[in-house]
């Protein structure tokens, strides 16, 4: 059986060459970079490269990336780092309604703590508006979080716009770009950010990376504390080999950016236009203009989205839903909700998204099988207009 992975918004595989290159570090290159011997010298040459790598991806200079153990904990050493840091200064936060787990939950925390969060509406495309978000800031907002581009809808949002209107009332301005990082071009300094969140595994380095952008002079407390690591910041020895592999991942993301965007975007388009083709009552969600390369996220009228998830996974096809379904807690996406949708609307909602290992043979194969199930699914319904029994477009009524 085809097997067809269309879920790279959720984790990708790790790519042959940033295995390769992490491998030595499992065996030979074993050594503790603090060390003050030859194996830790290696492990430190190498850390600090990928350190350089990751760096030059985002704009930022090396001593600005920080390593975390990912992008949840780069998220929540930004978040409660400023709260910390400015709590004599205030107590507001703003954020979007759109936000991933890693922002809302650290918000939700940080409510309780007493800090107080305003959440920003979207539009029916996904996007903010600026206006309101200037409206939010009051005296004692401290934080304005927004995401980059967000990882259901795939809505990139404007994030040099918001990161200025932000410093024009003399606040601090953090983005998560996990999703945006080698999706999306990114200078950290044309974009003006104070702080920047980005992961390994969404761009194929292995899972348990990430790092945190820190601009030069803003001093954020420590969220773990002991030993002296990333210059006293981020304590706990390097995940050396995950920090390789992200280092590799960055060079070769920033060496294929324009034609990994060219080419996903195709791919995305190829997809959304055959899905149309052939599929009755199909809309995708979110605006075009403003999107992830790779993102497809679409409503199928008279279909519950988990069944077709299951269904396209017993044909080899892994999908997400894109929400919080996916672990275990029915509750509809945040994040349509945020766009207007009604629940029925995004109980049948799926995400697609596209990567670097993904071929058009694959994506014809996943339409052949959507058209299919999507059939088998739609005659069981009993919302479907074509239902024998229920429908309204039946002979005998
Ligand atoms: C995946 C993701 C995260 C979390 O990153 P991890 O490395 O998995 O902790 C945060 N924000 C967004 C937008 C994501 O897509």
New binding site residues.
Partial sequence: MREVYMDY???TPVKAEVMAEMLPYFTMKFGNPSSLYGPGFEARDGVEAARHNVAHLIGAADKEVYFT???????DWALKGVAELKKAKGKHIITTKI?????LHTCEYLEKQGYEVTYLGVDAEGQISLEELENAIRPDTILVSI?????EMGAILPIKEAAAIAHKHDVLFHT????ALSNVPIDVKDLDVDLM?I????IYAP????ALYIRKGLVLPNLLHGGAQESKRRAGTENVTGIIGFGKAAQMAEENLDYHIKHITELRDYFIENVQKRISNVRVNGGMEHRLPGNVNMIFDFIEGEALLGYLDMQGIYISTGSACSSGSFAPSHVLAAMGLPPEKIYSSLRFSIGDFTTKADLDYVVDCLERTVQTLRSFSPFNEEHPMFGTTQVHK
């Fill in positions: 918004s959720a984790t153990s990912c992008g949840t904990e780069a998220d936000e991933h787990h890693a922002i995401m980059f581009a967000n990882n998560d770009a996990v999703q969140s992961s390994g595994h969404k899972k348990g990376i990430g």
